[in-house]
T-cell receptor, first 113, second 116 residues
């Protein structure tokens, strides 16, 4: 079954404590992306990756880092989280026959105190 | 920046009625998509309509696209309680964009509630 798996699903942390949200896909897609969702603002793209070792900024990249060392994984790194990064985060991928259709993970709800 | 804006922000209807949601966007597109999101869960793709198409059907879903008005509508016929969700339109960058098909921009969504 085609899947995008995010971990953790829920996390409460404190300001400044580095954390990583992992994302893994089993569809062998080249394209992966991270979004954050906030009330009234919809989904906003943080970073995306067109392929291994190819990443680029989305609309709201400040405070985030990503890496793409292998095709299946695209972790989102918060080096020094702040309360304004409290949000619902989604990883997504697209490719293959449905080339422009995104498949989303289940989401990671992050709270930064 | 928000490319798509859905209207209304929230909609409540009786089960069995039809639900119509609208999406307006600002720049040219290659295609427009609609996604559904159950509360706090990941988005699920519903339907894609290309810029050279005017109408598309999938089951109880009907999508229209008017590129001259830069707008789209999603109609759900014979609504069911299970249709309760948020619905988002998403647009790509279009032929004039540096990103082309690669970047999808989502609107803020319509929250649909079906009353049993």
């Amino acid at each position: 079954e085609a899947q995008v798996t995010q971990n953790p699903r829920y996390l409460i942390t404190v300001t400044g404590k580095k954390l990583t949200v992992t994302c893994s896909q089993n569809m062998n897609h080249e394209y992966m992306s991270w979004y954050r969702q906030d009330p009234g603002l919809g989904l906003r793209q943080i970073y995306y990756s067109m392929n291994v070792e190819v990443t680029d900024k989305g609309d709201v990249p400040e405070g985030y880092k990503v890496s793409r060392k292998e095709k299946r994984n695209f972790p989102l790194i918060l080096e020094s989280p702040s309360p304004n990064q409290t949000s619902l985060y989604f990883c997504a991928t697209k490719g293959g026959a449905g080339a422009n259709v995104l498949t989303f993970g289940a989401g990671s709800r992050l709270t930064v105190l | 920046s928000q490319q798509g804006e859905e209207d209304p922000q929230a909609l409540s209807i009786q089960e069995g009625e039809n639900a119509t949601m609208n999406c307006s966007y600002k720049t040219s597109i290659n295609n427009l998509q609609w996604y559904r999101q159950n509360s706090g869960r990941g988005l699920v793709h519903l339907i894609l309509i290309r810029s050279n198409e005017r109408e598309k059907h999938s089951g109880r879903l009907r999508v229209t696209l008017d590129t001259s008005k830069k707008s789209s509508s999603l109609l759900i016929t014979a609504s069911r309680a299970a249709d309760t969700a948020s619905y988002f339109c998403a647009t790509d960058g279009g032929p004039e964009s540096n990103f082309g098909n690669e970047k999808l921009t989502f609107g803020t969504g319509t929250r649909l509630t079906i009353i049993p």
